[in-house]
């Protein structure tokens, strides 16, 4: 495929994205005064302004390294911190998720050593296009609480939020609804949703977040193609001249191939299948 016809195919891509998708969730919320409006719908609380901090750059590459983006990451001016997440399929064990994103907030707040105090007030919430719990809620709130004693909380500072585009339960208000509707793909209809739906319409129509997109879509297949290699040169460490012949049947690959990759592993003894498959990768282009 030559770089026109695969720029071609990320435009399509682009201009079929709605506020569903990751990327175009994650670019309406930087927009301070659309991030901010939403999480006072959702949570009934007032912001005066909010804030996007930077992530350590240690935090940054754990992120990467899982395959996992946060969607959006900002404060406000009491120090409160909120991950909004998208979630338009079920990856299944979103309760784990959650915990995860969790963890990688307060490992981005304090180092190790320094006082736990020092965590801040957290909320994750994840908005998600199905019922994760099957039970028509359009909203699910985690607190820390006591088996034992359930009045009991833990005040951890950790809140989690489930929210649900298929709710059918009469448990939040007609703005929260709407905006639920409109996420789950129904046309605008409040003054929120009307705003949210307008920024989408700009983002789209911005050439930064066009390229953006077209980057993110090479990172992401670059990825992609390094695991298949890191996994093909996995498979192939282990062989010996004699099974070259048979393996490239089951491997889908042509024994030249597999000649060269285990000759690029006896040249290169002390590195593993990862820097293998990108040295492979990078002689290939």
Same mark, same amino acid.
């Given at each position: 495929?030559?770089?026109?016809?695969?720029?071609?195919?990320?435009?399509?891509?682009?201009?079929?994205?709605?506020?569903?998708?990751?990327?175009?969730?994650?670019?309406?919320?930087?927009?301070?005064?659309?991030?901010?409006?939403?999480?006072?719908?959702?949570?009934?609380?007032?912001?005066?302004?909010?804030?996007?901090?930077?992530?350590?750059?240690?935090?940054?590459?754990?992120?990467?390294?899982?395959?996992?983006?946060?969607?959006?990451?900002?404060?406000?001016?009491?120090?409160?911190?909120?991950?909004?997440?998208?979630?338009?399929?079920?990856?299944?064990?979103?309760?784990?998720?959650?915990?995860?994103?969790?963890?990688?907030?307060?490992?981005?707040?304090?180092?190790?050593?320094?006082?736990?105090?020092?965590?801040?007030?957290?909320?994750?919430?994840?908005?998600?296009?199905?019922?994760?719990?099957?039970?028509?809620?359009?909203?699910?709130?985690?607190?820390?609480?006591?088996?034992?004693?359930?009045?009991?909380? #833990? !005040?951890?500072?950790?809140?989690? %939020?489930?929210?649900?585009?298929?709710?059918? &339960? +009469?448990?939040?208000?007609? /703005?929260? *609804?709407?905006?639920?509707?409109?996420?789950?793909?129904?046309?605008?209809?409040?003054?929120?949703?009307?705003?949210?739906?307008?920024?989408?319409?700009?983002?789209?129509?911005?050439?930064?977040?066009?390229?953006?997109?077209?980057?993110?879509?090479?990172?992401?297949?670059?990825?992609?193609?390094?695991?298949?290699?890191?996994?093909?040169?996995?498979?192939?460490?282990?062989?010996?001249?004699?099974?070259?012949?048979?393996?490239?049947?089951? #491997? !889908?690959?042509?024994?030249?191939? %597999?000649?060269?990759?285990?000759?690029?592993? &006896? +040249?290169?003894?002390?590195? /593993?299948? *990862?820097?293998?498959?990108?040295?492979?990768?990078?002689?290939?282009?």
């Amino acid at each position: 495929m030559d770089f026109k016809e695969e720029k071609d195919i990320r435009e399509i891509e682009f201009e079929k994205k709605t506020i569903k998708d990751n990327f175009i969730f994650g670019a309406v919320m930087q927009n301070p005064q659309k991030c901010k409006a939403l999480l006072e719908c959702i949570l009934k609380i007032k912001i005066r302004e909010i804030r996007y901090p930077e992530l350590e750059k240690t935090i940054k590459k754990t992120y990467w390294s899982k395959g996992i983006r946060l969607d959006v990451y900002v404060e406000d001016e009491e120090n409160t911190i909120y991950n909004i997440e998208m979630q338009a399929t079920n990856k299944k064990e979103l309760p784990k998720r959650m915990r995860y994103y969790q963890g990688m907030i307060d490992l981005n707040v304090i180092d190790k050593g320094q006082d736990y105090s020092r965590l801040k007030q957290s909320y994750v919430i994840f908005i998600c296009d199905y019922d994760e719990f099957g039970i028509g809620r359009h909203i699910y709130t985690f607190e820390n609480v006591c088996k034992e004693y359930p009045q009991l909380t #833990l !005040k951890d500072g950790t809140i989690k %939020i489930v929210l649900n585009t298929k709710g059918t &339960a +009469d448990d939040v208000s007609e /703005d929260i *609804k709407e905006l639920l509707h409109f996420f789950g793909g129904d046309e605008p209809k409040s003054d929120l949703t009307r705003m949210l739906d307008e920024e989408v319409k700009s983002v789209k129509s911005s050439e930064k977040w066009r390229r953006d997109f077209m980057l993110l879509w090479e990172r992401d297949n670059d990825n992609i193609e390094l695991g298949e290699v890191k996994n093909r040169v996995s498979q192939i460490r282990s062989l010996d001249e004699s099974e070259i012949e048979t393996a490239s049947r089951f #491997l !889908k690959c042509d024994a030249k191939t %597999i000649k060269y990759i285990l000759s690029l592993i &006896a +040249d290169n003894p002390e590195m /593993d299948d *990862k820097e293998i498959a990108q040295i492979y990768i990078n002689q290939m282009d």
